[in-house]
C-alpha cells in the first residue's frame, strides 16, 4: 500500500490516495477513511466513482463492507470490499478545521487584550 498524490480531486489537490488495493490492506486504509470525518472519493471495480463520507467499515461482516453516505442522495450506501479498487480524502477534515478556527479565535482575543 503506497499513497500517491491526486492533483485531479477537485477540492483537495495533493490529499494521499490509494490506488490498486489489495484486500489486506483496505482495512487499514478504510480505517483511516472512517477516522478522516469528511468526504472521500472511492474508485469502483466497475471504473465508477463514488463521494462521501464514510461512517463504517465492518470486516466482521461477510463480505467486509464499507458504509458511507453519498455526497448525492439521501440513503447510506454499503459496497462490498471487493467493489473499492481505490480511495482518495477529499476535503478538510471537520474536526481539524474546528481546531484551526478556534485557535484562530484564541490568538484575536489575545492580541485585543480581552
Known sequence: MSPVSDPQLPSAPLRPAFEALELAEKAEVFALAVDH????HLTLADGST??????AADAAARPPVLR????????????????VTGLAFAGDDAQERAVRVWRRFVERRGQRGR
Not at 37 to 40: A, I
Open 37 to 40: 470525518r469528511g468526504d472521500v
Open 50 to 55: 463514488v463521494t462521501g463520507y464514510v461512517f
Open 68 to 83: 458511507l453516505y453519498p455526497r448525492e442522495g439521501d440513503e447510506p450506501l454499503c459496497l462490498a470490499w471487493e467493489q
